[in-house]
């Protein structure tokens, strides 16, 4: 996509003649104003005579009718509301390649992270040094609101509300384009509005004009800007889709602003450098979803309330139901479920888990009644049989065909050509399905109300037709050769829908699966299905389906679509089972192909795995390999313990730099990664925008892997977790990591214990600490720092203001570091979490301690586990309990303690009321220090966790009836003894 400050005029001349930049400014000048370029009466309209000129810049008056004439046209359609877009960069991979459903549940609803674009600000430059977009591309997938956006906009800019630069707006669909074979640029104006081409006065300088078109999908003929001829005379007809293109590239009106839409997979057709910016429509939200049901219900809240239990039971479902259009349907299908209400014998009123049970309720509710359930025949009944096969027949064999063909949009001539009766189209069933939009070429078009039912029908025309059929229905006007049967035909669809790169047939196959279940048999039976005709073919189906799943076959979304049909099928033993074998972590035995794809499929739709799944143990080189298109999309990945080595990082390298990925934290702990595995992984947080936590412990990446990841930490925004646990990286690989923190803003927790790191390391750590104010938590245990790298980190705290967590847990540290250290935390304002576990601090130290536990204000968390303390030391702690305010959590086992401090710490806890916790376990305070701590409890009331472990019998006693009386009335603490 070209940058908005660059802007190029296709293949325009640079002169002054007619077709020049500035000749077709003055062509549609001349249009507008209601000449010709050559000064002759400008031509007359497609549909309306012309009536009034339009002003220099944009005339009140001219432009008042325009608004009028758009009122006018939107007359009984939806309110206007505002609609917030997000702001792309460009198109995925998954939006070009693979169906809408498809998008929509591989992403589970997400949306990607990206700057939200109200409708009011769509054409404003998104800076004071950028400038407005001349061609703007708004995707979303099918159903989700593209062409209500439009006439919202539309209305709103009628009222005045929104884009008021633009004197002019042409909002223009490919419903109306598709009606031409050829068309000028002068005459596609002119479609819109009758007064534009009337005589009067010629304008000075063009308005400000907006032309939309809406619908790229819905285009007869793919645009192709590599082959299209150049034109730039607007008064030439040529190919609608020539016509197009040549406005896109700026050789016609370069300077009227271009806005379309279009699904995801058809918007790839104009090159992103022609594009200024691209936005995305939101699908519906939680609270949206529930607010479109109501709205279904109005009268019956309770109804709408049950709806919206059923939808959010099935979460597949309810990931459909962020499309608006989806929603729509499944709240009809379910509310015609609920008010139909259960009969006794009817297996079929369970509420609907597949696609395609939703939709045979749909098809129920298009029925308008359900006298087929009653058992007995009745000419209503057969009527009504009699239509549905009637609509199949023809209605369905348009659906079928044109899906094949990518036609969405179908004329009078479509019908015909396929043999659908016009007068069937009058019928209320034939209503449900498909809509009727007149153009304004004054023709008709007509269009399935989702692509979904085109997808629903085309399957019941194709599931019909099987059984007569003596040709492959997919090959029109084959050679005929004797009857097929079911299967064969089955067969053919399923290798259609996997050679399909775009998946344009995967809902379909779904749809034709899910036809041959026995619950959706038994809801169509008599209607559109003739009861058990092909009830004995599911098992086979399923096999046949399963058969598809070659090992040639990559684990790509065709085969993921295959799990989908066999769930359709109710043929779930494939997928269940690869379940099982996740949870109980033997998933290492299945190593088919098969598997492969229930795996990739439950990584899209499980529940367990939407928020972590977790793949620790069981996955080799290929089959990871295999798994990357759909590890893309998955939230949180632990890969720990699968022994990969350096090739495997450059494969997820490969997932983590994809404009797709969504992966939000990934584990790689305790496999056999080195530096150049580092270096594939830096190289994909160059680009990655969406990884917030990444685990590298347990591994050997060295001082280059760390120098690697360090250069990626300089330029990465995103992640805010790093762990480098035993990775050998040695002193300078921690200088590398200083200078990332030095530039790093977004990092929050790092973890670089075990790493054989000694004071200079730590020296470098502290001197970035000093610039360093996102880093939250340093976790620098198992060390070798001693009292220089302690003295160092102290220098930093007395000027950071961020760190709120140290652990300096086994870094050799003696009453010197702590010194230094205990001196910082009489200025530090931001510490809260200190470790010194496992040091060597003696009493003296302890004292340091004691004194800035007096002045500090912010420490809550002090562990002091496995020093050297002894009773002076803790006493002195003890005395500076008594007035500290801020400390809840304090950790003193093994320090060799006795009574004499226990009587302390117990005084020190009848003044105390802040410390909610204290550790003091394998340490010797015996019965008389567990009474004087038994004794503290009557008055402190604080302390919620005692960790005394008295072994004497009467202090044991004592602090039980201490814990007894305190919890009277109450819940008491717990006492762990």
């Known amino acids: 996509m070209r940058k908005q400050e660059v802007r190029t005029g296709g293949e325009a001349g640079q002169g002054r003649g007619p077709g020049s930049p500035a000749g077709q400014v003055k062509a549609l000048v001349d249009l507008l ?17 012309p009536q009034a000129p339009l002003g220099p810049h944009g005339d009140d008056s001219r432009t008042q009718k325009c608004r009028e ?5 939107a007359r009984g359609g939806p309110p206007p509301r505002l609609t917030s877009l997000l702001l792309l960069e460009g198109l995925t991979d998954l939006q070009l390649r693979e169906h809408d459903f498809t998008q929509v549940e591989t992403t589970r609803g997400a949306w990607r992270p990206a700057r939200s674009l109200t409708l009011d600000r769509l054409f404003l430059p998104l800076s004071r040094v950028s400038i407005p977009p001349r061609i703007s591309i708004t995707i979303g997938v099918a159903g989700v609101g593209k062409t209500t956006l439009v006439r919202n906009f539309v209305q709103l800019w009628a009222r005045g509300q929104v884009a008021k630069d633009f004197s002019l707006v042409l909002p223009l669909t490919f419903r109306d384009l598709n009606t031409h074979e050829k068309l000028s640029a002068d005459r596609l104006v002119r479609s819109v509005f009758s007064h534009i081409g009337e005589s009067g006065p010629a304008a000075e300088a063009p308005p400000k004009t907006l032309l939309i078109l809406d619908g790229l999908d819905e285009c007869k003929t793919p645009l192709d800007f590599s082959n299209t001829v150049a034109c730039t005379d607007p008064k030439k007809e040529i190919q609608v889709d020539h016509l197009i293109t040549n406005i896109i590239r700026g050789n016609l009106f370069p300077e009227v602003s271009v806005w379309v839409t279009s699904r995801p997979s058809v918007a790839g057709q104009i090159p992103g450098g022609l594009v200024d910016r691209m936005t995305e429509i939101r699908g519906f939200d939680e609270e949206e979803i529930k607010a479109c049901l109501e709205e279904m219900f109005p009268e019956d809240h309770t109804l709408s309330d049950w709806v919206l239990r059923q939808v959010r039971a099935d979460r597949a479902l309810y990931l459909m139901c962020t499309v608006p259009a989806f929603c729509r349907i499944a709240g009809s299908a379910l509310g015609h479920l609920r008010h139909s209400g259960p009969g ?4 079929g009123r369970q509420a609907p888990r597949t696609l395609c049970e939703l939709y045979s ?3 129920r509710m298009a029925l308008g009644g359900d006298g087929q359930e009653k058992g007995k025949a009745s000419p209503r009944i057969e009527q009504v049989a009699h239509s549905c096969r009637k609509m199949v027949a023809t209605l369905g064999r348009l659906a079928f065909h044109g899906l094949v063909r990518k036609k969405y949009v179908f004329y009078e001539q479509d019908l015909k050509a396929f043999g659908v009766d016009l007068a069937l189209l009058q019928s209320g069933l034939c209503s449900r399905f498909l809509q009727r939009e007149e153009t304004l070429a004054a023709s008709t078009a007509y269009c399935f109300t989702h692509l979904s039912l085109q997808e629903f029908v085309a399957a019941a025309y194709y599931y019909a037709a099987s059984r007569r059929a003596i040709f492959d229905l997919f090959a029109e006007g084959g050679v005929s050769w004797p009857r097929l049967g079911f299967l064969t035909h089955f067969r053919s669809a399923a290798q259609r829908a996997m050679q399909a790169e775009d998946g344009r047939l995967d809902v379909f196959l779904r749809f034709l699966s899910g036809l041959l279940s026995p619950g959706v048999n038994a809801l169509l039976a008599g209607s559109l299905l ?16 399963q058969g598809c799943l070659r090992p040639d076959v990559a684990v790509c979304a065709r085969a993921v679509n295959v799990l989908h049909c066999l769930h359709e099928l109710r043929h779930t033993e494939l997928a269940r089972g690869v379940e099982e074998a996740m949870q109980s972590g033997s998933l290492a035995g299945l190593t088919g192909p098969r598997h492969h794809a229930a795996l990739a499929y439950l990584l899209q739709v499980s529940d367990a795995c939407v928020q972590e799944a977790n793949l620790s143990l069981c996955l080799s080189k290929g089959v990871l390999q295999s798994l990357l298109p759909q590890l893309l999309y998955c939230r949180s990945l632990r890969l720990d313990n699968n022994q990969f080595q350096d090739p495997v990082m450059e494969l997820l390298g490969s997932v983590l730099s994809g404009k797709d990925c969504r992966i939000q934290r990934i584990s790689l702990a305790e496999n056999q990664i080195s530096n150049k595995g580092a270096k594939a992984l830096a190289r994909s947080l160059l680009v990655n925008r969406s990884l917030t936590a990444l685990d590298l412990r347990s591994n050997s990446i060295g001082p280059q892997g760390a120098k690697a990841l360090a250069d990626a930490l300089k330029i990465n925004r995103t992640l805010a977790f790093l762990s480098l646990q035993n990775n050998a990286i040695r002193d300078n690989g921690a200088r590398f990591v200083a200078e990332a923190l030095a530039a790093n803003r977004t990092l929050s927790v790092l973890h670089l214990q075990k790493n054989t790191i000694g004071p200079l390391g730590a020296q470098q750590t502290a001197d970035a600490l000093k610039q360093n104010r996102s880093l939250k938590e340093l976790i620098f245990s198992s060390n070798s720092i001693g009292d220089k790298g302690a003295e160092a980190l102290a220098k930093a705290l007395k000027v950071n203001q961020g760190l709120e967590s140290l652990d300096l847990q086994s870094n050799s540290i003696s009453d010197a570091g702590v010194a230094a250290l205990m001196g910082a935390l009489c200025t530090n304002q931001t510490l809260i979490s200190l470790n010194l576990r496992e040091n060597s601090i003696s009493s003296e130290g302890a004292r340091d301690l004691a004194q800035a536990l007096c002045s500090n204000s912010t420490l809550k968390n002090l562990d002091l586990t496995a020093n050297l303390l002894h009773d002076q030391g803790a006493q002195a702690i003890a005395l500076a309990v008594r007035e500290n305010r801020a400390l809840t959590s304090l ?5 060799f303690i006795q009574a004499g401090a226990a009587k302390a710490l117990g005084q020190a806890l009848q003044l105390n009321r802040s410390l909610t916790g204290l550790d003091l376990q394998e340490n010797a305070i015996g019965d008389e220090g567990a009474s004087a701590l038994a004794s503290a409890l009557k008055a402190n009331t604080a302390l919620t966790a005692l960790y005394p472990q008295s072994r004497g019998g009467e202090g044991r006693t004592r602090m039980h009836r201490s814990w007894a009386r305190r919890g009277a009335g109450r819940s008491a603490p717990a006492c762990p003894h």
């Open 33 to 49: 104003a209601g000449k010709s370029s050559q000064g002759s009466q400008a031509p007359e309209p497609l549909d309306r005579a």
């Open 69 to 73: 004439a758009l009122l006018n046209r």
């Open 344 to 347: 006794p014998q009817d297996a």
């Open 361 to 363: 309720w749909y098809f």
């Open 530 to 545: 003739v009861q058990g005709e092909h009830q004995g073919y599911g098992a086979q189906a399923a096999e046949l389906l």
């Open 891 to 895: 950790h003193l086992q093994w320090n």
